[in-house]
């Protein structure tokens, strides 16, 4: 049989991510750190795990390519991926904010231009605002738009403040809280139910049950 796909995105949260894993009993033959390789699998081969960009783990998972993923919601909003989101890992916690210049305001009566690395999840939130926008999609270091002049405030993921503050930016408010999850592809939470299921209470030991989600 087929092992179970996992993708697991690179960057900030991995580390924490394969610690979980690991706690719960999960380990992938020789993955260490600083490893460049994509593709590992567990002692028996009956899970994979993949390295993917974050914005590309619930493309992936959407598609079946993989059965699950351990994804930001970041990047699960902003591809409005169709999965399912089971279980909130409780890492990589941080929120969506529009911030601007210090002391400034948000004004709620005309078109603005937003820079940002999360276009959709900037419309959105305007568009509930009836404001329309137009948006710079960054790929980073975007905290500099407003102040080189390129968009007049930003949409981004703010966890300490500091990069904000060591701009001269602030908060102007607040989208939603973000924090790490466990989604899986649609059809493999039936056709491959067990073996899901199996990966999942593991975690839930580690995380609480009460972070889970039922998805039917
Ligand atoms: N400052 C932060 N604090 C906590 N979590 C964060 C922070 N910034 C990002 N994250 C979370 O970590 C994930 C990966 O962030 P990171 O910036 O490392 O990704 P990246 O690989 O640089 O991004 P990209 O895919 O855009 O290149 C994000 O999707 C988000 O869920
Ligand atoms: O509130 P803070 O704790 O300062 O964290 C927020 C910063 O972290 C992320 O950027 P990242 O470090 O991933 O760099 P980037 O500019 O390459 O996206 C995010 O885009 C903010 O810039």
Same mark, same amino acid.
């Given at each position: 049989?087929?092992?179970v796909?996992?993708?697991l995105?690179?960057g900030?949260p ?7 894993l690991?706690?719960?009993g999960?380990?992938f033959?020789g ?12 002692k ?5 795990l993949?390295f ?5 783990v619930?493309?992936?998972v959407?598609?079946?390519?993989a059965?699950?993923?351990i994804v930001g919601?970041?990047?699960? =909003?902003? *591809?409005e991926?169709? &999965?399912?989101e089971?279980l909130?890992?409780?890492?990589? /916690?941080?929120?969506?904010s !529009?911030?601007g210049k210090k002391g400034g ?10 820079g940002?690395?999360y ?12 404001q ?5 999609h960054?790929?980073?270091s975007?905290?500099l738009?407003?102040?080189i ?9 703010v966890?300490t403040?500091s ?14 809280? =973000?924090? *790490?999850?466990?989604? &899986?592809?649609k059809?493999?939470?039936?056709t491959?139910? /067990?073996e899901i299921q199996n !990966?999942l209470k ?8 009460e972070?889970?989600n039922?998805p039917?």
């Amino acid at each position: 049989m087929q092992p179970v796909t996992i993708a697991l995105a690179k960057g900030r949260p991995a580390k924490q991510s394969i610690d979980l894993l690991e706690a719960a009993g999960i380990h992938f033959e020789g993955f260490h750190e600083k490893t460049r390789k994509l593709v590992f699998f567990n002692k028996d081969k009956t899970l994979r795990l993949i390295f993917l960009k974050g914005m590309d783990v619930p493309i992936y998972v959407e598609k079946g390519a993989a059965d699950i993923g351990i994804v930001g919601r970041d990047n699960i =909003i902003e *591809t409005e991926a169709d &999965v399912y989101e089971i279980l909130d890992l409780g890492i990589g /916690k941080c929120k969506f904010s !529009v911030a601007g210049k210090k002391g400034g305001t948000l004004p709620d009566n005309q078109s603005l231009t937003i820079g940002t690395k999360y276009p959709n999840i900037a419309k959105n939130f305007f568009e509930k605002r009836n404001q329309t926008i137009e948006t710079v999609h960054l790929n980073g270091s975007v905290e500099l738009a407003p102040l080189i002049g390129l968009a007049d405030y930003i949409v981004d993921i703010v966890e300490t403040g500091s990069t904000l503050r060591e701009n001269g930016l602030e908060v102007l408010a607040d989208i939603e809280t =973000i924090s *790490t999850k466990f989604i &899986v592809n649609k059809a493999s939470f039936v056709t491959r139910s /067990k073996e899901i299921q199996n !990966v999942l209470k593991k975690l839930e030991e580690v995380v609480g049950e009460e972070n889970a989600n039922s998805p039917l």
